[in-house]
């Protein structure tokens, strides 16, 4: 599974947003300048993230925008859903029950719509707090440990 640029864009974005709109609204121009990102880009994002009102905008002199909840309210998969990037990594597509031609599921079905699952629940678990101020290395450590301790057992 790879993300597409959507997703880690508005994810850097709205990181940027977080250090930087503290004091006053931040022009999606400085970000892009920032983070090297197109402009045009983050125009088409921030209009996603503000109608799933995680941003807000100011106009006029001194506009911008800022974040429309505190940043530890808003989780990472908060803004990879308002911009929709996917976090199924099956390749079942729409309602399908399955992935095969005939309708079946393929045979590491459950493998894939479980990792869907816990990239899930990572990224419902980090706030834009815990990745401004640094506190996501290590968030899986716990899982990881506990699978290499049931490897081991075999």
């Given at each position: 599974?790879k ?5 880690r ?32 880009y983050?125009?088409?994002?921030f209009?996603r993230l ?7 905008s100011?106009?006029g002199?001194g ?13 990472i ?15 079942c ?9 005939d ?21 419902g ?6 990745v ?6 290590g ?16």
């Amino acid at each position: 599974m790879k993300l597409s640029t959507k997703g880690r864009y508005a994810v850097m974005a709205m990181a940027d947003l977080a250090r930087k709109s503290v004091r006053r609204p931040v022009t999606l121009a400085d970000i892009a300048s920032r983070q090297s990102i197109s402009l045009s880009y983050l125009e088409q994002l921030f209009a996603r993230l503000r109608k799933a009102e995680l941003v807000e905008s100011v106009r006029g002199p001194g506009g911008g925008y800022s974040l429309a909840r505190a940043a530890e309210e808003i989780r990472i998969f908060d803004i990879m859903s308002a911009v929709d990037e996917s976090v199924d990594v099956t390749r079942c597509e729409g309602e399908a029950k399955g992935c095969m031609d005939d309708g079946r599921r393929c045979i590491t079905h459950d493998l894939w719509d479980e990792l869907s699952r816990h990239i899930y629940l990572f990224l419902g678990s980090i706030t834009l707090e815990d990745v401004i101020a640094g506190r996501v290395m290590g968030s899986a450590r716990g899982a990881n440990e506990h699978a290499a301790d049931a490897i081991a057992a075999e």
